[in-house]
């Protein structure tokens, strides 16, 4: 059973910082791709950050400076953490990974955690 679980939201002044986290049970992140998406209210979810299993980046142009997206192989978590925080960063945050896949079997489908809110005030 594949589990995605984030945390580290919260409330943050403008300029702030925030680590967040997701941590998987089910699969190993160092042979998924891995993203993470948010969704403000009354828009659609969007992608902010991937990694992929090889640890190549991608970042979407809003957050590119801001945020950089990490995996810990060892902790089988992976971490996004943002920095110089604006109130259009306000959103839940959501971890997603792709089919993921084992070393025998691969999924049919998406996974996604239930989501982190992240609030920046002005």
């Known amino acids: 059973q594949v589990q995605l679980v984030e945390s580290g939201g919260g409330l943050v002044q403008a300029g702030g910082s925030l680590r967040l986290s997701c941590a998987a049970s089910g699969i190993i992140f160092g042979i998924n791709d891995v993203s993470w998406h948010r969704q403000a209210p009354g828009k659609q979810r969007e992608l902010v950050a991937s990694i992929t299993s090889a640890g190549g980046t991608n970042y979407a142009d809003s957050v590119k400076g801001r945020f950089t997206i990490s995996r810990d192989n060892a902790k089988n978590m992976v971490y996004l953490q943002m920095n110089s925080l604006k109130p259009e960063d306000t959103a839940v945050y959501y971890c997603?990974?792709?089919?993921?896949?084992?070393?025998?079997?691969?999924?049919?489908?998406?996974?996604w955690g239930q989501g982190t809110q992240v609030t920046v005030s002005s």
């Open positions: 997603n990974v792709p089919r993921p896949m084992g070393s025998m079997w691969r999924s049919l489908r998406d996974y």
